[in-house]
């Protein structure tokens, strides 16, 4: 495949514009273009009544044409193929090594899809509730002022974000392309399509409960197994011969012990009695640097009161 950059068509060009311009791009015929997809897509809006779309289109041509072009310097398209740390051939005893994964937030889903891709059939923990149920919860403390402490918008199924729009970070720039395996996770669940290439990508709230629900299925579907109602209460670690020590299971608030040498803590930022038990179990710990953000909301066009303003926006 062959990466073209910095294709500029105007804002409403026809559907069939982007392929006749990797053609005259490219100066080759129109049988060989095979197939392209857009990497990415961007605006050009500095002047206003000539706004321009902006694209990065990876094209599919004949083996003998790619070759010619590359040798004229064209740069082919990166391998942005999620590579897999292990799988589960590498592991002697996996049914005796399942992962646990505490918590089923945005961290905590991908981790579970990845380990259940792997073969290694995660055991998912989370103290809230499934999403559906979360979410009659939450309304439950928004229209009827009814707290729920383990299902509401901190703690169930979907993590902390769950209600809001789905604004995503693209990561669009990054040279592994980790954020497009979860892009592609995501559009595999229902997700729209053009997470994939836009700068801004963006859910929305109703798909996300569905793409949730959908991801849980395929975890289900390769072997793992999700808990809802489940909040770790407890950690274990048995003594190593390094005198390091090595974490070897979790107590569940029923009183359950499940035991596993490899767990994930996927809690997110809210859960402080967790962060507590985890603190009194001498798990050390590091306050992340400081970070505030804010948001401005406001009409559209020019408040009437800039009318006499010096400083004309
Ligand atoms: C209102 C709101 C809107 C947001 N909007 C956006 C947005 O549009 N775009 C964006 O990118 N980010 C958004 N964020 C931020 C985003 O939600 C967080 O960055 C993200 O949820 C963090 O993911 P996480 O998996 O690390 O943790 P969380 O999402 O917090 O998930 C942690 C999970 O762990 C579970 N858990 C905690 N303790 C235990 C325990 N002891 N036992 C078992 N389970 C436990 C919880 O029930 C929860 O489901 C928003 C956050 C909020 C609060």
């Known amino acids: 495949m062959i990466r073209l950059n910095d294709i500029k068509l105007p804002l409403n060009h026809p559907d069939d514009a982007l392929g006749k311009a990797?053609?005259?791009?490219?100066?080759?015929?129109?049988?060989?273009?095979?197939?392209?997809?857009?990497?990415?897509?961007?605006?050009?809006?500095?002047?206003?009544?000539?706004?321009?779309?902006?694209?990065?289109?990876?094209?599919c041509l004949p083996a003998e044409q790619e070759g010619k072009l590359l040798s004229r310097g064209l740069s082919p398209s990166p391998n942005m193929e999620y590579a897999f740390v292990a799988q589960v051939s590498d592991f002697p005893k996996?049914?005796?090594?399942?992962?646990?994964?505490?918590?089923?937030?945005?961290c905590g889903i991908l981790a579970a899809l990845i380990l259940a891709q792997m073969g290694l059939k995660p055991i998912v923990l989370d103290r809230?509730?499934?999403?559906?149920?979360?979410?009659?919860?939450?309304?439950?403390l928004w229209r009827k002022r009814k707290l729920n402490t383990e299902s509401n918008v901190q703690y169930g199924e979907g993590g902390a974000g769950t209600f809001s729009d789905g604004k995503l970070y693209?990561?669009?720039?990054?040279?592994?392309?980790?954020g497009r395996k979860v892009m592609t996770e995501f559009v595999k669940a229902g997700a729209p399509e053009e997470i994939l290439m836009v700068s801004k990508p963006h859910i929305g709230t109703f798909k996300l409960v569905k793409m949730v629900e959908n991801i849980r299925a395929e975890i289900i579907r390769l072997g793992g197994e999700i808990r809802f109602d489940s909040k770790v209460v407890a950690f274990h670690r048995e003594a190593t011969a390094d005198g390091n020590g090595q974490v070897s299971g979790v107590t569940l608030s029923s009183?359950?012990?499940?035991?596993?040498?490899?767990?994930?803590?996927?809690?997110?930022?809210?859960?402080?009695?967790?962060?507590?038990?985890?603190?009194?179990?001498?798990?050390?710990?590091?306050?992340?640097?400081?970070?505030?953000?804010?948001?401005i909301e406001h009409p559209?066009?020019?408040?009437?009161f800039w009318k006499n303003s010096p400083i004309v926006p």
């Open 128 to 140: 809230g509730q499934d999403v559906r149920q979360r979410t009659q919860d939450t309304w439950g």
């Open 170 to 178: 693209s990561q669009v720039k990054d040279k592994r392309f980790l």
């Open 22 to 59: 990797v053609i005259a791009r490219l100066g080759v015929p129109e049988s060989d273009l095979l197939s392209y997809t857009v990497f990415k897509r961007s605006y050009d809006a500095r002047k206003k009544h000539a706004i321009q779309l902006i694209y990065i289109v990876d094209v």
């Open 255 to 295: 009183g359950e012990t499940l035991h596993s040498k490899h767990i994930i803590l996927a809690i997110g930022h809210s859960a402080r009695d967790t962060f507590a038990t985890l603190r009194d179990q001498g798990v050390y710990m590091e306050a992340k640097p400081f970070s505030i953000g804010f948001r």
């Open 94 to 106: 996996p049914d005796q090594q399942r992962p646990i994964v505490v918590g089923f937030g945005p």
């Open 300 to 304: 559209e066009g020019r408040p009437s």
